[in-house]
């Protein structure tokens, strides 16, 4: 069976793109070929910084020969109609067509085969289309022979319309397309790159300075042997592996030990061919930056490793550096160059920290009174204000002092405005905390700064520190009530606010630390303290429920994505939101437990099915006698023994469950529940609701909306699913 | 390569380093312009840039540009910022398939060995808000600093490229630094000469960098900046407008006055930056004003005779 080698060699690709220009290159490429009848053994995608490459792999030789039937008139059909299926079946005469029988009589049928075409002309076929559409986040033009021109089309005197006729990453230089068995010579398909003077062809290059001249190759094994002599890894993995394990061994060398950074050890892998690992070493004197901020300055400008001692678990002051040259001199220049800049970049970081401590954060705030949060929320300063002021009143309820929560929450965000946050907004919180205990600010306020922007996403720590979740439970309800009173939501994938993650942080925060957030009255309050919204919106327009309880319900959602994935039933979440006045969480979700509890015992399912069975009952009697009936039983109307005994067991029940429910004992609640499925199963096997005395009957109807009610106090049974 | 010891070896001296520029792109064919008499933040705003990459016509260009910005000043006392700095500017068009071995065999011509130093093309797209411009291309470095702009123009003044020009920007000071090993741009050999003779980059600009961070942060004069930035615009829109032939809009015969303009408007809305008179607000407005002209001088060139094919 043939393979099919595919390379696109260009100049250099973004690094955050590779990977999924890898990916969708084999996606459409395979796509393509199966949608033309072409099934294939296995495929496999690569990239370096200058070529993605594809590797199919047993493909057949030929598409397989299609057969297509097309049923036309009855035998004896008017002429018109033989003419009309004549052409449309693309026959010449009729004697071209079959008849063939079935019970309705004899019917004439063309049948056309289509033979397969040889795969390398559906090959030559899809792929330029291919290349015409890939989806890069951001392609280009360039000029020169072979570079794809701009066509300006006029469709009316005075508008161009201007079509960009082929457009890649960076300029395209050269494709490989090479096909055949793995025994023989595979042949080239040389298409031609559309609007360009590229045709496919078997030679490449290899690393632009360690390598000179083109390479032919034949397929995967071949290409991928000859690219590495040409000093290409053509594996993006395995330049990590290897970017990894010498790091390693070099930290190693020197008593060191390397600070794994994967998201860097992937964007280093998509910057280089070749990668040569080599260590550097900076001034010991710039270890007092903070660690995060010399990571930081390191990471992200220069693209290096850091390392740390072993034995203390601190920054050591070398760095590793991943080059893409066997350099001549053996990499001192290179060495010394990057070291040169990183010395340059840390004594600015070292500077910045300097200043920065020179001011202190008290200081720092009133600037925030000219920094718009957001257009219709006011400034920085006025959004500072109403979460120290939530701060402040929700330190009770997380047990923390009011004036410490309200001074953290005052200084929480002064980071924001120092030179190091300035350079690097991904130490934000943690400066201010430095910095606050630079000041000698109290310990429990300083570490507010870092904390209150806790959780960051699904597997960041939650704040416990009472200070700490005071400022991050205001600083997320003021976001999340601020948007919501301007009509900003999140809306399918877009939440440009990371509202989502917000509202998971506030869940928890208080699941985590057993808060009894009163969400409800705690949202109202901070709604009260925005900006009074001049421009309402149309009345026809306006929501009907009112922005905390669509806040409230929005939490409910989120609450459940977060139970399902902790394995909780959602229908469940559901059948508690449903009751009234549910807005703590952490009651929320005990009586979910218990909930769900109940509904595992014997007892529990039963009761769900007689309080299911007597809400269906119900509703279709209603439906028919188009009335409710919400009112009491009469108690005097009751006859049967079993109806007697329901009518007892609930009001008695009710009076446990709701004692229970004062004590917030939810298993006690269900436990008083439980005994409900005695009675109720009695009365469905014993007593028949639809009587024939009319009185009775509708007696016997409101006792069975008794059951529904009753079993409200601790869920919605009709919202739970089985 | 020129004997190290020659005063004029890039690695000696600054305007060595320039020179080697200037004679390696000539010898490319490109024609050597001389730095545009005006004030301006980068290279680009040169109209052999600006102008010259709009319309059909092939056009090889090298000049050095002084560029001004006035918010990076700082008084004389960073060893890296400059408010007025050298870019060494190349626009090819159509850009060349070989544009990047060009490009490293350049950096050869200033002592920059492609197998002795690490060179990458880092992504970097490019936008000038003001100019109504993009491209893509990367910033290059040399072992982790980077060292130009490389840039495939797509759109200038709105208007898209066809064909597309290729932009080299290099940094002079700082790969003079580089090569000359030297840590504080101040610090720079000038003209390759030792003992009294040696004339350094501070020499030369020091007095100036303080004279001018002092003007540009404190004192130069707002109302009048002001008043220039509405002259400029004004005078710009008014030379558009006035420069159509026979009054059809078929032909522009002022289109190089008319751009001096929106330079000038460019410039001096930076000044009202760095005096930090402009609101973050109104900073976007007048961002969008200057585009405005940009985009009408555009207009106009592809009606000139440079700018036709």
Known sequence: MPDLLLELFSEEIPARMQRQAAENLKKLVTDALVNGGLVYEGAKAFVTPRRLALSIHGLPAKQPDLKEEKKGPRVGAPDGAIQGFLKGAGLKSISEAKVQHDKKGDFYIAITEKKGRATQEVIAEIIPGILTDFPWPKSMRWGGAGGPTLRITKTAPGIDVKVTEFSWVRPLHSVICTFGPETEEPAIIPFKVPYTNIVASNSTRGHRVMSSGEISVKRLDDYAKKLEAARVVLDADRRKEIILSDAKNIALAQGLELVEDEALLEEVAGLVEWPVVMIGEFEKEFLDIPAEVIRATIRINQKCFVLRDPKTGKLANKFILVSNLEATDGGEAIKAGNARVIRARLSDAKFFWDTDRKTKLEARLPKFE???????????????????????????????????????????????????????????????????????????????????YKPQGPNDRVP???????????????????????????????????????????????LDNKLRLPLLTVFRKALSAL???????????????????????????????????????????????ALEGQDDLVLIVRRVEALGKFLETEDGKNLLAGTKRAANILSIEEKKDKKTYSSEPDASKLTAPEEKALAAAIKAAEGEVEAALKKEDFGAAMHAMAKLRAPVDAFFDKVIVNADDKAVRENRLKLLNRIREATRHVADFSRIEG | MSDKNDPLSPARSFQGLILALQNFWAKQGCVILQPYDMEMGAGTFHPATTLRALGPKPWNVAYVQPSRRPKDGRYGENPNRLQHYYQYQVILKPSPPNLQELYLQSLAAIGIDAKVHDIRFAEDDWESPTLGAWGLGWECWCDGMEVSQFTYFQQV????????????????????????????????????????????????????????????FELADTEMLFQQFKMAESACTKYLEAGWKDGSREEHLMALPAYDQCIKASHVFNLLDSRGVISVTERQSYILRVRELAKACGAAWLKTEGGRA
């Open chain 1, 370 to 452: 000219q920094i718009t949060f957001h257009e219709k929320l006011g400034t920085q300063a006025a959004r500072i204000e109403r979460i120290a002021r939530l701060a402040k009143e929700l330190a009770p309820i997380v047990k923390a002092d009011p004036a410490k929560a309200e001074k953290a929450a005052r200084l929480a965000k002064a980071d924001l405005l120092t030179e190091v946050v300035g350079e690097f907004p991904e130490v934000q919180g943690l400066m201010g905390k430095y910095y606050a205990l630079a000041e000698g600010i109290d310990k429990e306020i300083a570490e507010a700064s870092e904390e209150h």
């Open chain 1, 464 to 510: 416990t520190a009472p200070v700490s979740v005071a400022v991050a439970l205001a600083d997320k309800i003021d976001t999340l009530t601020g948007f919501w009173a301007i009509d900003e939501k999140p809306t399918g994938s877009k939440d440009p606010y990371a509202l989502r993650r917000a509202a998971l942080g506030i869940i928890r925060i208080a």
């Open chain 1, 531 to 577: 900006p009074k919204m001049t421009d309402q919106k149309n009345v026809k327009d306006a929501p009907s429920i009112s922005p905390e309880e669509d806040l409230l319900g929005f939490f409910g959602d989120r609450l459940k994505v977060y139970l399902r994935d902790a394995g909780a039933r959602h229908d469940l979440v559901d059948a508690v939101f």
């Open chain 2, 157 to 216: 003044a709105g208007f898209e490229c066809a064909p597309v020009s290729g932009e080299l920007t290099y940094g002079l000071e700082r790969l003079a630094m580089y090569v000359q090993g030297v840590e504080n741009v101040y610090d720079l050999n000038f003209n390759g000469l030792e003992g009294d003779k040696k004339v350094t980059y501070g020499d030369v600009f020091l007095q100036a960098e303080k004279e001018y961070s002092k003007h540009n």
